[in-house]
């Protein structure tokens, strides 16, 4: 497999499908649309599986390496490779992309081509992001993967869904302008040249890297997102269609967080140290105090989006140790919450479908009417408080155990999101499940059916699977999580 284009074949083979099912036009053949999509992203994932089996876990080079000139004035080139921090993420994208066309089988029956088409293009284009190997094609990529999911939550949205679409819009535009200044700055202070890998080992004095950390710790605290940038999120949740909710926690607020290993970290590694209790001020503060907002919400979808907050707060705070168990740990929360947070919103997904609510308050009883969903949305309730065999406990345990090691008082704060998190979560739970069936529309539920069973499955199956042996998630970070903490620990000022 190693002379085959794998990762451009991840990249286009969903926009190409997303294309093609663009042209199957009006609702007539929406049919054919929702089949040739499932197509689509299935033939996207299988193309990743290779990426992962072919993968050597013992050097940290980047592998499935694609260079081609693309605009050679510039020095600008079409350059792929994965290493073992983002190549899970590129399968993990591909994964969430099938639970998405799924998710919205049945539930979407307007303009059915033209939605699926934007996620199989996003699908495209995030998989490009976390392949890029060069600057401007990076930013290519970030800045277009924007636009399918602007579309889906200002379209198929609530009823403030083109204020919400814009918020998202705005925020993200706003550091991604500075992320360009940045970029531009390094293509001229490495003589010309656009690699990111380049940009790795270039030379800086204190004041320049001071500078590019803040360009990016903006422009990717607004992805993550972190306090106290993250208003547009709640707002984005609440408003986008369940799968764009799913697609929104699962793959987009990984962004900024992989942002940072590939751009802050190795580019300005002394800034990095210098800052980085900046870093871990902030995550504390998304940890604990987004912790008490998500316990005050009626809303259930802002109450998850909230979490995802906290959850991404972890992440960010793992980087910044600088410990290969802090990284690591941070990556795995990543890949778990991918699963968790997905499922997470599909839950509520299903049960907005039913009753068309999203308030806590309108439910009650939950479990008499719909047993199954009752018992998914247990397990993944529990995953998302951090319950031990889940995924969800195994990124937290692994940057909680490096924060003991880095600080007493942070390991304790960061500690405390196992308490919050569980009151939060499993009181939602309560107030929706259990209990005397509360009113007639949730009298009138009905347990869900084999499309929606099936993505329970899949979920499950990613939070229980990695939850129960995370080995094989693990390993491959090793050698590239190393590589790149022993860089960081180098000085670049002469």
């Given at each position: 497999m190693s002379g085959t284009p794998l990762l451009s074949l991840a990249i286009w083979i969903p926009i190409l499908a997303g294309l093609v099912v663009l042209a199957t036009g009006s609702d007539r053949n929406a049919p054919l649309a929702r089949?040739?999509?499932?197509?689509?992203?299935?033939?996207?994932?299988?193309?990743?599986?290779?990426?992962?089996?072919?993968?050597?876990?013992?050097?940290?080079?980047?592998?499935?390496?694609?260079?081609?000139?693309?605009?050679?004035?510039?020095?600008?080139?079409?350059?792929?490779?994965?290493?073992?921090?983002?190549?899970?993420?590129?399968i993990l994208n591909s994964f969430i992309t099938v639970t998405v066309i799924l998710a919205g089988w049945q539930v979407i029956d307007s303009k059915v081509a033209q939605y699926n088409a934007g996620f199989l293009i996003m699908s495209g284009l995030l998989n490009g992001i976390f392949s890029a190997l060069d600057g401007l094609l990076f930013y290519?990529?970030?800045?277009?993967?924007?636009?399918?999911?602007?579309?889906?939550?200002?379209?198929?949205?609530?009823?403030?869904?083109?204020?919400?679409?814009?918020?998202?819009?705005?925020?993200?535009?706003?550091?991604?302008?500075?992320?360009?200044?940045?970029?531009?700055?390094?293509?001229?202070?490495?003589?010309?040249?656009?690699?990111?890998?380049d940009w790795h080992q270039m030379p800086l004095g204190r004041a320049p890297q001071t500078w590019l950390f803040l360009a990016f710790l903006i422009a990717f605290a607004v992805k993550v997102p972190m306090w106290p940038v993250h208003t547009w999120l709640p707002d984005a949740h609440v408003e986008a269609p369940t799968g764009g909710?799913?697609?929104?926690?699962?793959?987009?607020?990984?962004?900024?967080?992989?942002?940072?290993?590939?751009?802050?970290?190795?580019?300005?590694?002394?800034?990095?140290?210098?800052?980085?209790?900046?870093?871990?001020?902030?995550?504390?503060?998304a940890i604990i105090y987004i912790g008490f907002v998500a316990l005050a919400q009626e809303d259930m979808k802002k109450l998850v989006a909230y979490s995802s907050i906290a959850h991404m707060g972890f992440v960010t705070l793992g980087f910044f140790m600088f410990s290969a168990l802090g990284v690591e740990g941070a990556l795995v929360q990543m890949i778990s919450h991918g699963f968790v947070s997905g499922a997470m919103f599909f839950s509520i997904g299903v049960?907005?479908?039913?009753?068309?609510?999203?308030?806590?308050?309108?439910?009650?009883?939950?479990?008499?009417?719909?047993?199954?969903?009752?018992?998914?949305?247990?397990?993944?309730?529990?995953?998302?408080?951090?319950?031990?065999?889940?995924?969800?406990?195994?990124?937290?345990?692994?940057?909680?155990?490096?924060?003991?090691?880095?600080?007493?008082?942070?390991?304790?704060?960061?500690?405390s999101t196992m308490i919050v998190g569980a009151a939060y979560t499993l009181w939602m739970y309560k107030r929706v499940v259990f209990g005397a069936v509360a009113n007639h529309h949730v009298a009138e539920l009905t347990d869900i059916n084999g499309r929606e069973f099936f993505i329970f499955v899949l979920f499950a199956v990613g939070a229980l699977g990695m939850g129960l042996y995370p080995q094989p998630f693990t390993e491959v970070m090793h050698s590239s999580v190393n590589e790149l903490l022993r860089h960081v620990a180098l000085s670049k000022i002469q």
């Open positions: 089949m040739l999509s499932l197509l689509g992203a299935v033939a996207g994932l299988l193309v990743t599986i290779p990426l992962y089996t072919g993968f050597d876990m013992l050097t940290p080079a980047m592998q499935f390496v694609e260079l081609k000139t693309w605009i050679p004035r510039f020095n600008v080139n079409y350059h792929l490779g994965v290493d073992g921090i983002s190549m899970l993420f590129v290519v990529f970030f800045e277009a993967s924007l636009i399918p999911l602007y579309l889906i939550i200002g379209i198929w949205g609530g009823p403030r869904r083109v204020y919400a679409a814009f918020k998202f819009f705005l925020f993200t535009l706003m550091g991604s302008l500075l992320f360009l200044i940045a970029l531009l700055y390094m293509f001229i202070q490495s003589g010309g040249s656009f690699s990111i890998l909710s799913i697609v929104l926690a699962a793959i987009a607020l990984k962004l900024g967080a992989y942002g940072f290993l590939r751009f802050s970290l190795p580019i300005a590694p002394d800034a990095s140290h210098q800052l980085a209790g900046l870093v871990i001020g902030l995550s504390l503060i049960m907005y479908d039913r009753a068309h609510s999203r308030q806590i308050a309108d439910y009650g009883g939950v479990v008499n009417r719909m047993p199954k969903f009752a018992a998914f949305f247990m397990l993944f309730a529990m995953a998302n408080a951090g319950l031990p065999a889940t995924s969800g406990f195994v990124g937290e345990f692994m940057v909680i155990l490096a924060a003991v090691e880095y600080n007493f008082w942070v390991a304790f704060a960061a500690a």
